[in-house]
């Protein structure tokens, strides 16, 4: 009788003890954030990248690489820079391997700002892809730039910041 008495006091004491421990290791949403802001400059550090700029320049004189942009679909069909190709970030693991077969093809990675495709560079370079290049400043510092980007109704200059205006926001997210 002693023993299955001794089985629930244990299992009660861990019981309770277990939200406590869980709540030890709880971080601050500042501690999140400067914990992502520490992995992306790693990531940044660790691969090579090239500005928008010096990117145009390559499109002039190469034809021999592919671009990925890592948007989400809905940026990519508002507009996109010339020749990619559309794989999302949370996608690229497993629709990459099906489309680019040489693992030493030449890829060029961007995204709005450089921070997805940052870590998409990243990603590509641990699956094996050994020729991998960040856009670093993505498809901001194209427009910025001030050349042209595509979609299904043509060519077309966007002025700086024109692709940063959105709708307003129903609701509370912070809640």
Known sequence: MKTPLRVVIVFAVMALSAPFSLQARELSLEQVKQNVINLYKQEMEA????????????????????????????EFNAAHLPG??????????????????????????????????????ERLIQMGYTNTIHVSDGFEGWVTAGYYVYNMHGEFLLSSGGYNKREPMIGNISK
Do not use: H
């Open 47 to 74: 691969q090579p990248g090239i500005s928008a700029k010096n990117f145009k320049k390559i499109i002039e004189t190469d034809s021999e690489f592919v671009l990925l942009d890592v948007r989400s679909k809905a």
């Open 84 to 121: 990619a190709l559309n794989i999302e970030r949370g996608r690229l693991e497993w629709v990459v391997p099906d489309i680019i077969k040489k693992t030493d093809r030449t890829i060029y990675v961007y995204c709005q700002d450089g921070r997805r495709s940052g870590f998409a560079t």
